[in-house]
């Protein structure tokens, strides 16, 4: 059975045109975002891994070594199961610094530009045997379904529709995000269409042509050949280096790094794929042997590698021989679109840009994409040509150990990245250079028919099919050991240490605190124009401030600092690691040190330490417990303090202080003392600059408002902290200060009220005397004038008495204490009473009084001291009105209080003096006009009365005149034979 070249190219267009619709919906939003983000997504895009191998490769290695073709499967499962050691530290480090491939990693670890070349060198070299694999697959099987089909002429077709596709998806022009969940879904879609392929033409096998187990372990009952190829030698070697190469393949294969790390959406679903993978590719080697005994079993004649397309031809069935065609052809599209891509990306980071910076490009994202694009384009014909050349001579087993064994040499590399910080550049290069040489010659050479430098030599041991596994070894041990070699006998440099450190599990980089030449977000962009032009140095710029949620103009020097590596990663991700650290370090260096040196960067390690907090155990643990405990405990402290160093940059800021001065620790803690509000710059940044340790009562004028406050000051320099700096506490003495005012003043007023009392006794005995004669005069006389003038006499020394009983209470400071019985006084009565007291004097002839208080307002008090009360209103009310005003009086029930109102249409009171209008002798009349007693004395009398009193000025807000005394006292209620109850 066979099909026309025209047919298959139409289902491979429109298999591809099915997958390039599943990316371009997925990139325009069509599909939910939380399926492309699904950990099941992300774990069937690791399955690119198998590629061809899983659909023909294994089957022809099976036939070879039997169950030997699991190694492929086994050593990237075990390194996936080793995820929380082996591959969660490489993610934690390449998501921290943007490090998109394995040649970024190793450019930032080993601070080379070389190592990140030499290894993108390594990668496309190895890359270019495994592409050319599928290809290889792709236009063999297309000949064994097409035979009259030129495998040449497919080849390029499907050369140039990868190209296309990959292009298309590979290079967008989106700087700001790194993951393509187009690409991603696409490549799921293949996995899966592989695994069901798989599982169908397994079950076909083994239903159809085995009629079931049973008739399977008959005829393996009945045929010991496939027994035979399906056992394993332990002393087979090929196993262990196959092994060894997939478990490596899990951190140095381009597309499996670009996979796992760069298209991760988050740690959780590693963790997923971390047991997701291993049993998608046990599900994968399931039906491995069911194709293998079935292509036995019927005779097949295509070779074992292609086994699953001879098998379903057997059968005669087109569906499944089409199926399985599709299948091969995801595998490779897939794999081949992938790696480009992720060496695409290598290629322009270390190769393209070290040799030329686009600085004089309009559009740098658009320069870029372009590039990538031609590079993706070249890796592709690359491989073409190697498969023309080379590859097509060759087995699909031995292109694919060709490639492992390749990329096998950047493991040492890799795991010295996180488990060997004393390794360094001169060694990883070194062995790098010693290995890919052995590679080189024992085994690309020999078999690429090139040439054959061991036999030509007359070593007793040449490279075959056979011991190919030998050389790998013999490889990887070489460059092992002059890389353990070099760098031990070399000395690292600062930087390599400190990236060493950065890049450890569980290290903590311990930066210095430096400042820099650019004292803004704004001089960021000037001097990052000169490298990538303004528009794109403005972009990067506020794309790292939106990150670190920064306001648009920052000249924090801590928070410079963090801009600054955040420029760096981000453009590490866009230019590579080693261009965006030469570019930063050029344009937005530091100024020069200081002779002291400089100091560690606390505000950096406390952040760190609080995103290792539940990553701390044991005696780490313990003393992040106690740093906690002590930093709170300053946060916490009740007295206002900061911690200054000795560049006059803010490290600590409590919340005591955020409270006096109204500054939150976000907004300053990592600034400078200048950069605070000048009353408290000029305070804090001379005192800290001073000689003195303290000073005392100084005052600071806040709001309007004086404040007193004690400085302290400590230095915080000493054999166990060389870094220096100080710490400030500020005591805030108001309260104590007004306090103290308040004492003297009431002293004064104790002075006055001890003069006060003397002279009210003094004055009542001539009262009393007066009273008397008085007395007498009525009594010796029955003139009816005289009568009147004696009985008016009696009243006004009545009081005068009364006025004098008010004095001595004020006298006795917080004596508030009656003598008299209260009894039920009618509010009415008691106004109009004052309002007769005040007719007898020649003031305020022309000011209308108004008395609108019912009759039945009530409360329980003394009747003569509310007199006074309202002889005292109703005297200032007249005082302050014009010529011919009027004031009101009014009163009413409100619940259980009676409500009484003095209002006037005088001046006003000014804002400023209503807080002071009770206190004693303060008046804003003349001298000769008032003693300022009158309003104490009323408020004294309300407060007997277990009352308040409330003035608001002006009483009328339209013309801004007037004032309202307003009383509020509990009201009377007179007992009834026939209570009522009150709801609630």
Request: glycine share 8%; proline share 5%.
């Amino acid at each position: 059975m066979s099909f026309s070249a025209s047919g298959l190219l139409l289902a491979s267009l429109l298999y591809l045109v099915i997958l390039f619709g599943i990316a371009w919906m997925t990139e325009r939003g069509m599909v939910p975002r939380h399926w492309v983000r699904h950990p099941l997504v992300y774990t069937l895009s690791l399955g690119v891994y198998a590629g061809i191998w899983a659909v023909y490769a294994a089957v022809g290695m099976a036939a070879e070594s039997g169950y030997g073709f699991l190694a492929y499967y086994l050593g990237i499962s075990g390194a996936f199961l080793l995820a929380p050691v082996l591959l969660n530290p490489i993610m934690r480090i390449g998501r921290a610094y943007q490090l998109t491939s394995l040649s970024d990693l190793f450019a930032y670890r080993y601070r080379s530009q070389w190592a990140g070349t030499l290894v993108t060198l390594c990668s496309g070299v190895a890359i270019l045997s495994l592409l050319s694999m599928q290809i290889k697959a792709v236009s063999t099987s297309a000949s064994i379904l097409a035979p009259d089909t030129s495998p040449r002429l497919i080849s390029i077709m499907f050369s140039l529709i990868v190209v296309l596709f990959a292009m298309l998806f590979g290079a967008r022009r989106n700087q700001g995000a790194e993951n393509h969940p187009g690409l991603v879904l696409a490549i799921a879609f293949d996995s899966l269409v592989k695994l069901i392929a798989l599982l169908v033409i397994g079950g076909v096998v083994l239903f159809g042509v085995f009629d079931g187990m049973s008739g399977l372990e008959t005829w393996l009952a009945g045929n010991t050949a496939p027994a035979t190829t399906m056992s394993l030698s332990v002393h087979d070697g090929s196993w262990r280096a196959l092994m060894l190469m997939s478990f490596a393949g899990a951190l140095v294969l381009p597309h499996m790094y670009h996979m796992t790390f760069s298209e991760n959406p988050s740690p959780k679903a590693l963790a997923k794929a971390s047991w997701g993978l291993p049993f998608y590719l046990l599900l994968l080697g399931i039906p491995v042997p069911l194709i293998l005994w079935g292509g036995q079993a019927l005779g097949v004649t295509t070779g074992p590698s292609f086994y699953s397309l001879g098998v379903a031809q057997a059968l005669e069935s087109p569906a499944l021989t089409l199926l399985m065609y599709v299948a091969g052809l995801s595998a490779a599209s897939g794999l081949m679109i992938v790696s480009t891509l992720a060496l695409a990306g290598m290629v322009l980071n270390h190769v393209v840009l070290p040799l030329k910076t686009p600085k004089d490009q309009g559009d740098i994202y658009r320069w870029l994409q372009w590039i990538k694009r031609l590079l993706i384009a070249a890796i592709i014909l690359l491989a073409l040509l190697f498969h023309e050349t080379v590859g097509k001579n060759l087995d699909l087993s031995i292109l694919g150990a060709i490639s492992l064994s390749g990329t096998l040499q950047l493991l040492p590399g890799a795991l010295g990245v996180i488990y060997w910080p004393e390794g360094n550049r001169r060694g990883l290069i070194s062995g790098l250079v010693v290995g890919l040489l052995i590679w080189a010659i024992t085994l690309v050479l020999p078999f690429s028919h090139t040439a054959n430098l061991l036999e030509w030599l007359g070593a007793p041991l040449v490279p075959d099919y056979s011991n190919w596994h030998i050389f790998t070894f013999v490889s990887l041990t070489a460059n092992v050991t002059v890389f353990a070699l070099i760098s031990v006998l070399s000395s690292s440099t600062n930087e390599e240490t400190s990236a060493a450190q950065a890049c450890s599990l569980g290290a903590l980089s311990r930066p210095q605190r430096r400042e820099l030449l650019a004292s803004s977000s704004a001089d960021f962009v000037r001097q990052m124009a000169e490298p990538l032009g303004l528009g794109v140095a403005k972009r990067e710029v506020e794309r790292a401030l939106g990150q670190l949620k920064l306001p648009s103009v920052e000249y924090r020097p801590y928070q410079l600092r963090r801009l600054r590596d955040q420029v760096e990663i981000n453009l590490s991700g866009l230019l590579g690691p080693s261009v965006a650290r030469d570019m930063v370090k050029r344009h937005l260096g530091f100024k020069p040190m200081t002779r002291g040196g400089t100091a560690q960067d606390i505000r950096y390690v406390e952040r760190t330490l609080g995103d290792y907090q539940n990553r701390l155990t044991g005696l780490a643990g313990e003393l992040d417990n106690l740093r906690r405990h002590y930093r709170q405990t300053l946060q916490n402290l009740p007295i206002p303090a900061c911690s200054v160093g000795e560049d006059g940059e803010i490290l600590m800021w409590n919340h005591a202080i955020e409270t006096l001065t109204g500054i939150t620790a976000d907004d300053v803690v990592g600034a400078r003392l200048m950069a605070l509000p000048d009353h408290w710059h000029h305070l804090l940044d001379d005192f800290n600059s001073g000689k003195d340790l303290h000073r005392y009562k100084h005052r600071l004028d806040l709001k309007g408002r004086p404040h007193w406050l004690n400085l302290h000051k400590a230095a915080l320099s000493g054999p166990d902290h060389p870094d220096g700096g100080s710490i400030i506490l500020v005591e805030d003495q108001t309260e104590i200060r007004l306090l103290e005012d308040e004492l003297m003043h009431s002293e004064r007023l104790a002075s006055v009220g001890r003069l006060a009392a003397g002279v009210a006794h003094e004055i009542g005995n001539p009262v009393t005397g007066i009273s008397s004669l008085a007395q007498n005069l009525k009594l010796e006389t029955d003139n009816p004038d005289i009568l009147d003038t004696a009985g008016q006499i009696q009243q006004q020394t009545l009081r005068i008495s009364t006025i004098l009983q008010s004095l001595m209470n004020f006298s006795r400071t917080g004596n508030h204490a009656q003598a008299n019985r209260y009894e039920p006084v009618c509010i009415r009565r008691c106004v109009d009473e004052s309002i007769n007291l005040l007719s007898l004097s020649d003031k305020g002839l022309g000011i209308r009084y108004i008395n609108d208080c019912p009759e039945t307002l009530q409360i329980l008090g003394d009747e003569q001291r509310l007199v006074q009360v309202f002889v005292n209103l109703l005297a200032n009310a007249r005082d302050a009105s014009p010529e011919g005003g009027s004031i009101r009086v009014t009163g009413k029930d409100e619940g259980y209080s009676a409500i009484i109102e003095v209002v006037d249409q005088g001046s006003g009171i000014p804002v400023d003096q209503l807080d002071h209008v009770f206190e004693p002798f303060y008046t804003t009349k003349a001298t000769n006009e008032g003693t300022g007693l009158g309003l104490s004395l009323v408020y004294s009398i309300i407060e007997e009365h277990y009352g308040n009193i409330q003035v608001e000025s002006p009483a009328d807000p339209a013309t801004g005149l007037g004032t309202r005394v307003r009383l509020k006292l509990p009201a009377y209620e007179p007992e009834t034979d026939n209570s009522t109850i009150r709801p609630n």
